[in-house]
């Protein structure tokens, strides 16, 4: 994730943090020094990040169960509204799916359980005296919140993923997929309409709720699609290509008279250099940078995949491309067309007729 520094790796998974948690942080210290005194704002502070270490456990609940179902996490980043673990992949048995989404609430009563113990509590106990002057109980009552609010079914929250196991016995993956974002995006509708009188913090996790359910539900959509077919059945061949000496003029020139959303950067080799985004080549002319080099202007990491590989194994390598596309190359590397998702969902569109159109099949 882009914004984000890297802060350890534990068990091959690297933590980071999005450079928005330093915003959080001091928010909470200027807000706890307005109302308070340094003292106050420190402890405020010190909450926070304990706070956030109790998310860290909690996403590698997550990573440590789907580690059981050989699923690797390369990362988990802290965000102002949470964590977020980046699996290579989901489990899609429905039991797996529901184990793993378990296991980080499990985390956080397990904390706050351990907590009580300590302080010789019971929950009932937490939203009284006992936590007014006790930092720990602070902490505790702090973790049995995000231990109910991760269950809400709001897709892709825990619950939410729960939610998705649970349908998917009857539905099937990607139809419980669907049914469980809609629910999801529901939900978010409430808590963003909750969030806006007053709670700011709610508003913003229910936008990354309605996306997040949107985008996973294209991205299994996608892999449905895709499933048992061939890259080169959604591949666009395109008919022209930059060399290394071209300029966003050209680029948007080519742009002009194509009906390409990006465009290949091909070197003499034939070897895929990199793309430029539509956007870029455009916004550069609009600019008066015409001049300017399409080196500079196109997005050079872009994977790329064989085009004698199924076209399911490349669903996971476009949803982490930042460039939004992929190229196919032949069999000695040389570019033969590119991947987007758009041209995945017209191109295997058509080939599944009108009956999959027309059921709805297709719709997000």
Excluded at 45 to 64: K, R, S
Aim: with cysteine; charged share 15%.
């Amino acid at each position: 994730m882009s914004w984000s520094i890297k802060l350890f790796t534990l068990g091959g998974t690297a933590v980071r943090m999005h450079l928005t948690f330093l915003l959080l942080v001091a928010w909470i210290a200027v807000i706890e020094w307005q109302h308070g005194s340094p003292q106050d704002a420190a402890r405020g502070v010190l909450f926070i990040l304990v706070l956030f270490a109790c998310v860290v456990l909690h996403e590698f609940g997550h990573i440590w169960a789907a580690r059981r179902y050989g699923i690797r996490t390369p990362d988990v980043t802290l965000l102002p509204i949470g964590g977020v673990a980046s699996m290579e992949r989901m489990p899609e048995k429905p039991t797996q799916e529901i184990a793993v989404a378990l296991a980080g609430p499990a985390v956080n009563a397990a904390i706050a359980f351990v907590i009580l113990l300590v302080l010789r509590l019971d929950a009932s106990q937490l939203s009284f005296g006992a936590v007014q002057g006790s930092f720990l109980g602070q902490i505790a009552a702090a973790n049995l919140v995000l231990l109910i609010f991760n269950l809400i079914p709001a897709f892709p929250m825990d619950g939410g993923r729960v939610l998705r196991g649970i349908l998917a016995i009857w539905l099937g993956f990607g139809r419980a997929t669907q049914v469980a974002a809609r629910i999801g995006q529901g939900l978010a509708i409430v808590l963003a309409a909750v969030g806006l009188m007053g709670n700011p913090l709610l508003v913003l996790i229910a936008i990354f709720i309605f996306a997040a359910a949107g985008g996973e539900a294209r991205y299994v959509k996608l892999r449905e699609l895709a499933r048992g077919r061939a890259v080169t059945d959604a591949m666009i061949a395109p008919t022209e290509g930059l060399s290394v000496m071209a300029t966003a003029e050209d680029a948007a020139a080519l742009l002009a008279r194509s009906a390409q959303r990006v465009v290949p950067v091909i070197d003499g080799a034939g070897h895929l250099r990199g793309v430029v985004l539509r956007e870029k080549a455009l916004g550069a002319v609009k600019q008066n940078r015409g001049a300017t080099p399409v080196l500079e202007l196109m997005a050079s990491h872009v994977p790329t995949i064989p085009q004698s590989a199924g076209l399911e194994t490349a669903i996971p390598l476009l949803f982490a491309s930042r460039a939004r596309c992929i190229g196919v190359v032949d069999d000695v590397g040389r570019f033969v067309g590119y991947l987007t998702p758009e041209s995945i969902g017209e191109r295997l569109a058509v080939r599944l007729g009108p009956e999959k159109r027309s059921s709805g099949w297709l719709r997000g």
